[in-house]
Nanobody, 114 residues
Framework: QVQLVESGGGLVQPGGSLRLSCATA????????MHWVRQAPGKGLEWVSS???????TYADSLEGRFTASRDNAINALYLQMNNLKHEDTAVYFC????????RGQGTQVTVAS
């Protein structure tokens, strides 16, 4: 059974940084392409980033290079470093095993506010 547990969210001022983590279990993490998606208040799920088993990453164009995904296959963990955060980054962030977020964790709240 796939288990995904996100952590690291919080309240941050515009321009600040956060690092999200996702602990995983129940599948062969090191062979899976993994994803981050987010859901802003009142909106649907939005794809943020993907990282393949080798660590090759792709990102939504809207992020303008501010986010960096990484993974540690030794401990089955996924990360999202978020820099220069903006109000519009406020959302619940999920790690997922598919880029539509159909299989995702419970999420971690990120709030960007002054």
């Amino acid at each position: 059974q796939v288990q995904l547990v996100e952590s690291g969210g919080g309240l941050v001022q515009p321009g600040g940084s956060l690092r999200l983590s996702c602990a995983t279990a129940g599948f062969l993490f090191r062979t899976w392409r993994m994803h981050w998606v987010r859901q802003a208040p009142g909106k649907g799920l939005e794809w943020v980033s993907s990282i393949d088993a080798r660590g090759v990453t792709t990102y939504a164009d809207s992020l303008e290079g501010r986010f960096t995904a990484s993974r540690d296959n030794a401990i089955n963990a996924l990360y999202l470093q978020m820099n220069n955060l903006k109000h519009e980054d406020t959302a619940v962030y999920f790690c997922a095993t598919d880029d539509r977020g159909q299989t995702r964790g419970q999420g971690t709240q990120v709030t960007v506010a002054s």
